[in-house]
């Protein structure tokens, strides 16, 4: 132990009993998450169960100047949860009360290690369902969600995590419990505290209980799969969908080289010999969600070379899971797998495209490219052996090409994953020196002493 | 992610293919029992194989406390495997793991006599003997009955029954452990051996009452000469019946035949036909017996049973169904001292009793 005195832990263990782990190998575990190529071990895990304890977590951090970065469910794709500079890891992952889900006023109260997978189902005892639904919810936690302001594979209708946060409770770094909203539809009764704290990485504060909106659970959901020739075509299909009606909850695609690894997992009969797919779908009322679909297909049909309707739920929960596997499935395929997030407004979706598969070859990079197309969100994936350097370099630089275009066509270096330790580096490029000022300015407000997740967003 | 595994010093402990297969994505996180035990990153699937990563770099001395406790904590019951989109052999890995951190004198003591036992061919055969398992029997077919080690032993009844039930079956007391025990606790190569020579002393189809022994065995001989028992008494649609009060009868898994071998179906099926079958909610998930875990890792052995035996006792069952020796021993036990009114039986031992 380097960065902790014998005298903090005494402290945490004081406060926590045997929820303070301090052996190597669990540090080890805890040194790492869902991103590759980043990796640094704490000094001190603890597992709080209230937010009392977290309060007191974080009294002790200050009185002994110890960094402090929270983790969920460690499933996050930016480094996010690497605590590089070594200290305390607060794992949420042990305050999973489910406190409260109403009918009557559409929302769940809980605490922030409940995962998105469980609350999900009760909220559908209640006939109501969580709507950012991330290809990660059986394993991400609502705090993981809220801290990121995760996005599914519905979010050109429904949005994402930020539409449905209400409220938040929230610890600061020196132990002041703050509340933020609440139970209200509408206050506008100071600055949009909870707004600020969606999306901040854990280093502002550390949530510990979470408002959520809930919506009814929808009468009928259809989906259907189209294929296309290539990317381009299916980009250009997604345009012209949304242009034709109202938007449809799920527009998905994925290339010939995702489809191929996501066949050799899933087997549900997907055609290889396509350029590109697009899973399809609607929820709402049943005819009104007949008729979305059949107008999506129709919109396809010009330029799709075949075109599929999932005949059963069961068939279309297959393809919903089949797509949210899509990285794990690519990762069967080589020993190590950088994926990206970059964000384009819609109608640069084709060009953007065409720029990735063009940069991957010119950099000689296997790079398949999934996402949620109607968000304009696209995860650009290298598949590269781990063990060759020169090829993870390639990797790296042919995403850096990637991250500027996106900037220049008007979009963004992250559209869901997050800016963590991993795209720190590009943010500048993407926000500019005032903003990243006040960036600084708004971390120092909430944590003077730079005690949360040093090294990641406002550092 | 295989960063982790390219240091210079490697201590090919583990396969690297399969250790580089693991994206460290978490969905296994959910799946795993350890896991909801402890809620602690290390016990989960993904933070063994981390830990398994630094012993293979050697940023992990070989006598860390972490990697002992893991190395043991962990059931083995394989859930972890059938929801990792990357296809990790989880199972695999354990045994390679297991295969370092328990060779030789750093095995658990209390598994060291069972190991001796199952390694010997005449002391098996005087158990079968003395407990009356299924006698010799020639028959035309291709189609061998294989004999529990353990199970000779505790359910003799087991082996009698699944003779009877079908007649085609030959039966060669003469034969040794499957070795799955070995391999699961520190001695793959043993455990590897022992299966071959199964498979060469019985030649043709293997039908197995074990579950673990199955997935053990189809793994080194080959699946297709590999029958669990319910999957044979399914093809062979032997002849049963329900009683007149219908039962209500639930199943446990194994975790082996499940989780490793994808048999689930066919068991519930053969309930199905012969009583009010009753899914428990955690069916699929282990029971904490897990070969010699129950003798290992006490505390927690109980502690999952414990929760097993409520829901069973909630489900307000006449049976509970096993597939596995190891399964229903523990079953049995935890039933036992509950006093519940629910017996726990062999699959076997439950459709013998429904012959008309
Ligand atoms: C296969 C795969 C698919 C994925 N699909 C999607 C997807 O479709 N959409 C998407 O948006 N993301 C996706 N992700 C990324 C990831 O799952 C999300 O970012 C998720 O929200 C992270 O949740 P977590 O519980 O794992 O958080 P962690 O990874 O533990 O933490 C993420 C960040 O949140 C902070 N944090 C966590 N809890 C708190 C808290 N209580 N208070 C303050 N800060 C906190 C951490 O400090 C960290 O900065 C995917 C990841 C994988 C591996
Ligand atoms: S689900 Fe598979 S790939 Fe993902 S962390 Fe677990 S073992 Fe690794
Ligand atoms: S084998 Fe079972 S106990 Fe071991 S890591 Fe996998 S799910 Fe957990």
Redesign the pocket.
């Known amino acids: 132990m380097d960065k902790i005195s014998p005298a903090a832990v005494a402290d945490l263990r004081a406060l926590l009993g045997d929820r303070v782990l301090t052996e190597p190998g669990a540090l080890a575990a805890y040194g790492r998450?869902?991103t590759p190529l980043f990796r640094h071990a704490p000094d001190v895990v603890v597992q709080p169960l209230t937010t009392e304890e977290v309060a007191g977590v974080m009294r002790i951090a200050t009185r002994h100047r110890v960094p402090v970065?929270?983790?969920?469910?460690?499933?996050?794709?930016?480094a996010?949860?690497v605590p590089l500079s070594g200290g305390i890891v607060?794992s949420?992952m042990r305050?999973t009360a489910l406190l409260e889900v109403s009918r009557e006023e559409m929302l769940t109260v809980c605490q922030?290690?409940v995962?998105?997978g469980a609350l999900n189902r009760a909220a559908a005892t209640e006939g109501l369902i969580y709507v950012?639904?991330?290809?990660?919810?059986e394993?991400?936690?609502?705090?993981?969600?809220?801290?990121?302001?995760?996005?599914?594979?519905r979010g050109l209708k429904y949005g994402?995590?930020r539409q449905y946060v209400l409220g938040l409770e929230?610890v600061l770094p020196d132990g002041e419990v703050i509340r933020t909203g609440g139970r209200l539809v509408k206050d506008v009764a100071g600055y949009d505290l909870t707004r600020l704290?969606v999306g901040?990485?854990?280093?502002?504060?550390?949530?510990?209980e979470?408002t959520m909106a809930l919506v009814p659970n929808p009468a009928a959901a259809r989906y259907g799969v189209a294929y296309f020739e290539s990317m381009t075509d299916a980009s250009v299909a997604v345009r012209d969908i949304v242009a034709s009606g109202p938007a449809p909850a799920t527009l998905e695609f994925m290339d010939a080289v995702c489809i191929a690894a996501v066949e050799d997992f899933a087997h549900l009969g997907l055609r290889l010999d396509a350029g590109a797919l697009l899973l399809f779908g609607d929820d709402g009322e049943p005819d009104a969600v007949d008729r979305s679909v059949a107008r999506m297909a129709e919109v396809c049909a010009g330029r799709a070379t075949h075109i599929e309707l999932a005949a059963s739920v069961a068939a279309a929960e297959d393809l919903l899971a089949a797509r949210?596997?899509?990285?794990?499935a690519l990762a069967r395929s080589g020993s190590m797998t950088i994926?990206e997030?970059v964000t384009v407004p819609r109608p640069k979706l084709a060009e953007m495209v065409a720029f990735v598969a063009a940069t991957a070859e010119k950099h000689g990079v296997r790079i398949g490219t999934f996402g949620?197309a109607g968000d304009g969100n696209l995860h650009p994936t290298a598949v590269v052996d781990a063990d060759d350097p020169a090829a993870t370099a390639a990797a790296v630089a042919a995403f850096d090409d990637i991250f500027r275009h996106a900037v220049d066509l008007g979009g963004t270096i992250t559209?869901?994953?997050?800016v963590?330790a991993a795209k720190l580096p590009y943010l500048e490029h993407r926000l500019g020196p005032e903003q990243m000022a006040l960036l600084r300015r708004i971390k120092g407000a909430f944590d003077p002493l730079g005690l949360?997740?040093p090294g990641?967003?406002g550092s | 992610m295989s960063e982790d595994t390219t240091s210079a010093v490697s201590k090919n402990v583990f396969s690297k293919d399969l250790l580089d297969a693991c994206?460290?994505?978490?969905?296994c996180l959910p799946a795993c029992p350890t896991y909801a035990l402890t809620g602690q990153e290390q016990s989960s699937p993904r933070g063994r194989i981390t830990l398994m990563r630094m012993l293979e770099t050697g940023e992990l001395p070989a006598d860390d406390s972490t990697l002992a406790e893991e190395s043991s904590l962990c059931l083995g019951c394989r859930a972890c495997e059938t929801v990792c989109?990357a296809g990790v052999q989880y199972g695999h890995l354990l045994e390679e793991w297991r295969d370092e951190q328990w060779s030789g004198s750093k095995r658990p003591w209390i598994v060291r006599p069972l190991l001796l036992v199952a390694n010997r061919k005449w002391v098996l055969r005087l158990l079968g003997l003395a407990r009356r398992s299924a006698r010799k029997r020639e028959t035309s077919t291709q189609t061998t009955l294989m004999l529990g080690c353990f199970e000779r032993a505790l359910f003799p009844s087991v082996s009698r029954n699944l003779a009877a039930l079908d007649p085609t079956l030959a039966v060669d007391p003469d034969q040794g452990c499957c070795g799955a025990l070995h391999a699961h606790n520190g001695d793959l190569e043993q455990g590897r051996d022992l299966a071959r020579a199964l498979g060469e002393r019985l030649p043709g189809t293997i039908v197995t009452t074990s579950g673990g022994c199955a997935a053990h065995l189809a793994d080194v001989i080959g699946r297709d000469r590999v029958v669990e028992a319910s999957e044979w008494l399914l093809k062979q649609n032997t002849d049963t019946a329900k009683t007149e009060r219908p039962l209500r009868v639930g199943l446990q898994d194994s975790c082996h035949l499940r989780n490793g071998l994808g048999v689930w179906q066919e068991p519930r099926e053969l309930l199905g036909r012969t009583a009010t079958y009753v899914e428990l909610p955690s069916a699929g998930s282990c029971c904490g017996a897990a070969g010699t875990y129950a003798l290992v890792r006490k505390k927690e052995s109980k502690a999952i049973l414990a929760k097993k035996i409520a829901e069973i006792e909630a489900a307000d069952l006449d049976l509970v169904i096993a597939v596995n020796p190891g399964c229903l021993r523990q079953l049995q036990t935890g039933l036992r001292k509950s006093k519940s009114r629910t017996k726990a039986v062999h699959i076997v031992d439950y459709l013998r009793g429904r012959q008309p």
């Open positions: 998450d869902a970065t929270t983790r969920g469910a460690g499933t996050n794709l930016c996010a949860t607060l949420t305050m922030p290690g995962t998105a950012p639904d991330p290809g990660s919810k394993a991400s936690t609502i705090g993981g969600n809220v801290a990121t302001c995760a996005g599914g594979l994402v995590t929230a704290l901040s990485e854990g280093t502002l504060a550390v949530i510990t979470i949210r596997c899509n990285l794990p994926l997030d949620h559209g869901e994953h997050g963590g949360l997740n990641k967003l | 994206i460290s994505c978490g969905f989109p």
